[in-house]
């Protein structure tokens, strides 16, 4: 039963893993898109496979996560169903966000799932690292979009100063084609990033179920798994989020796009590589797109649609936590637990 469990664990995680994928896609392509740098279905292609090379790059954030509960593994069916329950409230919560085509976090969703089962089972089942939270989660939760904003907005300016006096037609020509190496950097750190998470919460469920130590390295089936699962997710895209980050907030011009995508990636790989925090990919690009579409001019940014944003970024954690607990509840009897 115990094994029939992890092998459930693995599936719903890899689903989480695709759910993350489509729901994410537009992270890495609206801007391109949206300036007509590359057509959709190319800029799919190159996300799906630069999503694939990042996630083969690292395990670091995979271990933060991994380290966000302990779990009593004298009870391997409870530790299981108190996984499992988390990453089914984390994909109720992408697939209600990529209905409304609403670019919350599947990072966050995660986290505030494990948490949300984790509270729910109880502290002799679970324990919740609360310093790993503020320091990994909620401190760069905060401050990646700040730094993103503020990032972008700054290189921005720079760069209407530095082609100032050039003609905009051939600088934007020119930005559409440097737009390919701006977006393949950004789907590496997608991959970077959001697979490790997937990876994190499958090595927990090893650990829990004894087949793996916390001090053991990342099985290679588990990375090659998450990378494809979320690969193949990106393929086949996420239109409505797309149509949010790339024209709702503000219409993108080829150097704005660069920037944003730029300043994204260079957030991704430092948080990643320098802090091994789970940051969100989509609240990053997302802040980025603000901060460099205000060079225009503030009025320039729908703010309004900026405000129902953020207001997904709050209620990601609570919402996914809720929906774990929930999720939690109904596994118990049905699982025997």
């Not at 094994?3 to 994410?24: C, Q, R, W």
């Not at 590359?38 to 799919?44: G, H, I, K």
């Not at 700040?146 to 006096?165: C, E, K, P, Q, S």
């Amino acid at each position: 039963m115990d094994l029939a469990i992890v092998i459930a664990v693995v599936a719903v995680a890899l689903a989480f893993d695709y759910t993350n994928g489509f729901h994410d896609a537009a992270n890495a392509i609206a801007t391109s898109v949206s300036t007509q740098a590359l057509t959709p279905r190319v800029a799919l292609t190159l996300a799906a496979v630069m999503n694939f090379v990042g996630a083969l790059l690292g395990q670091e954030v995979a271990h933060t996560v991994s380290e966000v509960l302990s779990l009593d593994t004298a009870d391997t069916k409870h530790a299981l169903v108190i996984i499992l329950a988390a990453l089914l409230g984390a994909i109720v919560w992408n697939l209600i966000t990529w209905y409304f085509g609403l670019p919350s976090s599947s990072s966050h969703a995660l986290i505030g799932a494990l948490v949300g089962s984790g509270l729910t089972a109880g502290s002799t089942y679970a324990s919740i690292h609360w310093d790993t939270i503020l320091d990994k989660v909620i401190v760069p939760m905060v401050a990646s979009p700040v730094v993103g904003f503020v990032l972008a907005f700054g290189l921005m300016l720079a760069i209407m100063w530095i082609f100032r006096r050039r003609n905009p037609h051939r600088v934007y020509r020119g930005f559409r084609l440097v737009q390919t190496v701006s977006a393949a950097a950004l789907a590496l750190g997608h991959g970077l990033q959001d697979a490790q998470k997937t990876m994190g919460v499958i090595f927990l469920a090893l650990i829990a179920s004894g087949h793996a130590d916390a001090d053991d390295g990342l099985p290679l089936w588990v990375i090659i798994c998450a990378a494809s699962a979320i690969s193949l997710g990106t393929y086949s895209g996420g239109w409505r989020i797309m149509r949010t980050l790339g024209r709702k907030i503000i219409h993108l011009d080829p150097a704005r796009g660069f920037s944003a995508e730029a300043v994204g990636a260079a957030v991704l790989y430092t948080t990643a590589f320098v802090w091994h925090a789970p940051i969100s990919t989509t609240h990053t690009i997302t802040s980025a797109i603000m901060g460099a579409g205000a060079t225009k001019r503030f009025s320039a940014v729908r703010w309004g649609v900026a405000g129902n944003i953020v207001a997904g970024w709050v209620l990601t954690f609570p919402a996914a936590g809720l929906a774990a607990a929930l999720v939690y509840w109904v596994l118990r009897p049905i699982l025997g637990v």
